[in-house]
């Protein structure tokens, strides 16, 4: 560190209190770390911060860097302020994909963190809001030693810029009871299948892939992702009726009727008098929220799959926008199932690239052209699941419907000889 | 280095996580039969099988230094059996297969200094975003208006004394990447930017700005004889979405990008369907290092939340339940014409029937 410590006076009142300090680590690094480009990085960067601190303004500007045979993947940042902060005046994020389901053995966190004292800041955060491992912190040709170390050993940069982004999923099928599908093999198969959208962006915008086993949605994955994998069931709610009992024992009557039967949605459960849950299962619209509260007692059922929804995104430009179901249900099991999904997928990304404006996103492309032009385009018949209620307004040239009308009663009798023929 | 000698990069794609999931995590996989809660910061999971992990959550400083990312594997070694996950609200999260070595893990990682909890009816870590420590666009900082926050709201995170779980987000500018809430502290922006118009014919892809502007208020003009843009200042929405394609066009400003409270935000399809989050406060100073004012509203809604709702309401559920008067009245927040909305498809929001709390 070839200057002394800049004064950070603003900083330092963010090392009191309980909550662990983010700036107190990066003065460890400035004030013990061996090596001596880390303390001179961690210096500079604590000297920008606190002028951004003291000004209220950001002094980060974007600019080109990439690896070798990528366009993307890297959040490059160049300091506005460089002369003064010299030795952070490169700073760039690498977007690595972590494992699905973000698992990690401390081995494997460590030999991260080894590869990235030696090329980088020593800052890294798991995960960022897309999902992905964060290394914060990097000179241009540091970039891409690092990139290379880590590579060898299995991990890939995630998504920068008009491209397939980084995936999520959810904890998922490891560890969780309300899981309906195995949401690490789909996560890798939806993303990995665009690993060239990945590294090269050339798609009108971004575009993301989320998995939630169950419609907890614990990956926000309608409201975040332009393809949103959400596991369900199409049979009964599993119930254990001496787990019923043990719940009403333990809570009450009262607590059971509050807090569960009058909370469902569709007003599809009662308590019997003889204390017995009833569920009108046809009207279950799997919300999730009794089986939250009783989930030792109700449990999903067996005839798992998932349902799509595509289009979610956040506020620029239009709008937010939350995705609408494509696919109301599918099954995920068999390898052809896999391929399915994947080929929705395609498809929808496909239709975008051709027919989306310049950074307008799949969700907004769809507001602009009418769901039914996009599934017409990506192949996928109209369905009552993808809508609240149908059209309200008359403003709509129907001179087509008897050819419709016939289309929706040759897909029920085929779904009748299909049925009939297992 | 000629191109040839250059390492073509492996396009592996995103790694298979089985590979480090805990062994009774990868034994029982999708062969879980319920969990438990023994305490805040701990979940139990049985397996049909009978098998059973623990889970200790924990937050941390989330910008992690190598000092801290080695202390909490230090820990996952000596207390832990070696597995660990990161939440979407990162969190670190130990599995061991043993419920004797829970007590010994907590005691391990809050003498260091993280915090247990998080788990059920806490409020969880705020999801952040980057802020003036990384990002290139951002109007105020993100770790520490998150540090500042949780060194108030800890007490919530160690314990579960809250409805429903709650969930914070923050972000720095209207892009949002912090993403829904229960609660929401964004930048709001409050006067149009300000054009440097000697950069602006080098540095932006003049249409492609023109294009970005929800409201379309920005047209291509000359200034001082240079190609620039203008801004319509009577259309402008100050929302910043030209700034990111066009630096020139400054839109933070230390005094006028103040921060917007929202609530209401809830992903989970539980009672009713996802929900966005709702304006509830502005004009909040963008004030660093500690933010007080922001905190301040943060902890009135929490505290009108936590009395005032029933078990199992989100935030979005209370207020459905109680309606917006109510709301303003508990918090004593000013209700003004700003929360009107009068985006596309506002007509929505609007109360059209006689329903009305009197």
């Known amino acids: 560190m070839s200057e002394s410590k800049h004064d950070t006076p603003m900083l330092d009142e963010l090392e009191s209190g309980p909550w662990p300090s983010f700036i107190s680590g990066i003065k460890r690094l400035r004030d013990d770390h061996p090596d001596q480009r880390i303390n001179g990085i961690a210096n500079d960067l604590l000297g920008q911060l606190e002028h951004s601190y003291e000004t209220r303004k950001g002094y980060w500007k974007g600019g080109t ?27 760039h994020t690498l977007r690595v994909q972590p494992p699905a389901g973000n698992y990690y053995t401390t081995d494997m966190l460590r030999q991260l963190g080894e590869s990235w004292e030696k090329w ?199 709008g937010d926008l939350m995705g609408t179901v494509v696919v109301p249900f599918m099954k995920l099991e068999s390898d052809e199932d896999y391929e399915r999904i994947v080929e929705i997928a395609e498809e929808a990304i496909d239709f975008w690239a051709e027919n989306g404006l310049e950074h307008e996103r799949c969700g907004e492309m769809i507001e602009r052209i009418g769901l039914v032009n996009f599934l017409e385009g990506i192949g996928i018949e109209v369905d009552p699941n993808m809508v609240s209620h149908p059209r309200e307004s008359s403003y709509v040239r129907m001179d087509g419907w008897d050819e419709e009308a016939e289309k929706w009663f040759e897909r029920k009798r085929e779904a009748k000889l299909a049925a009939g023929s297992n | 280095m000629a191109l040839e000698d250059m390492r073509r990069p492996i396009e592996s794609g995103c790694p298979d996580g089985m590979q480090y999931m805990h062994p009774v995590m990868v034994k029982n996989f999708g062969q879980w039969k319920y969990h438990e809660h023994p305490r805040p910061g701990v979940l139990v999971h049985y397996a049909k099988s009978g098998d059973a992990i623990w889970t200790v959550k924990a937050g941390t400083q989330r910008i992690l230094d190598i000092y801290t990312l080695r202390k909490l594997c230090d820990i996952g070694d000596k207390y832990a059996d070696g597995h660990v996950r990161f939440t979407i609200r990162s969190n670190i999260e130990y599995m061991v297969s043993e419920e004797s070595k829970v007590d010994p893990l907590i005691e391990a990682l809050e003498k260091e200094g993280f915090v247990v909890g998080g788990t059920a009816n806490s409020v969880a870590f705020i999801s952040h975003t980057q802020g003036w420590l990384h990002c290139d666009i951002p109007g105020t900082d993100a770790s520490g208006v998150v540090k500042a926050m949780m060194d108030e709201l800890i007490d919530e995170f160690k314990n579960c004394r809250m409805p429903n779980r709650v969930h914070i987000t923050t972000s720095c500018c209207q892009i949002n990447c ?181």
């Open chain 1, 65 to 91: 860097v990439s690896v070798f045979g990528y366009g993307g993947g890297i959040i490059p940042r160049f300091s506005e302020v460089g002369k003064q902060f010299p030795d952070s005046k490169e700073f």
């Open chain 1, 120 to 318: 980088g800041s020593g800052l890294v955060t798991f995960h960022g809001q897309t999902g992905n491992i964060m290394f914060i912190g990097t000179s241009t040709e540091n970039t891409q030693h690092f990139f290379d170390e880590i590579n060898d050993y299995g991990f890939d940069l995630g998504g920068a810029g008009p491209c397939v982004r980084t995936a999520m999923s959810c904890v998922g099928s490891a560890r969780c009871e309300q899981s309906c599908t195995n949401e690490h093999r789909l996560h890798r198969e939806l993303v990995n299948n665009f690993t060239d959208d990945v590294h090269r962006p050339a798609l009108p915008y971004k575009f993301k892939f989320k998995v939630s086993g169950c419609p907890n949605d614990c990956m926000n994955s309608i409201e975040r992702a332009d393809f949103a994998v959400i596991g369900t069931w199409r049979d009964d709610i599993k119930v254990d009726e001496a787990e019923v009992s043990n719940f009403i024992e333990a809570k009450g009557r009262q607590y059971v009727i509050d807090n569960v039967v009058t909370r469902c949605p569709t007003n599809c459960m009662s308590l019997t008098d003889d204390d017995r849950l009833e569920i009108d299962n046809r009207n279950c619209v799997k919300c999730m929220h009794c089986l939250n509260v009783m989930n030792k007692a109700l449990s999903p059922g067996d005839d798992k799959g998932v349902s799509i929804l595509i289009g979610g995104k956040r506020t620029l430009k239009i």
């Open chain 2, 178 to 358: 912090g993403g829904q809430g229960d609660i929401a502290i964004n930048v709001q922006h409050t006067k149009p930017p300000k054009i440097n118009h000697d950069l602006v014919a080098n540095v932006c892809e003049r249409p492609s700005v023109v294009a970005r502007c929800p409201v379309a208020a920005i047209r291509p003009a000359v200034v001082n004889g240079k190609p620039s843009l203008e801004v319509d200042e009577k259309k402008c929405i100050c929302c910043g979405a030209c700034y990111p394609p066009c630096p020139p066009m400054q839109i933070n400003d230390p005094e006028h990008s103040k921060l917007a409270i929202w609530v209401g935000g809830n992903h989970s399809n539980a009672r009713s369907k996802p929900s966005f989050q709702k304006l509830v406060a502005g004009g909040v100073p963008n004030n660093p290092p500690r933010w007080p004012e922001a905190t301040a509203i943060v902890k009135k809604i929490l505290k009108a939340y936590k009395e005032d709702a029933k078990d199992w309401e989100r935030v979005n559920d209370w207020i459905d339940r109680i309606g917006w008067p109510r709301f303003f009245e508990l918090t004593g927040l000013p209700f003004t014409k700003y929360h009107i909305d009068n985006w596309r498809g506002s007509r929505k929001s609007l109360n059209s029937s006689a329903y009305i709390r009197l």
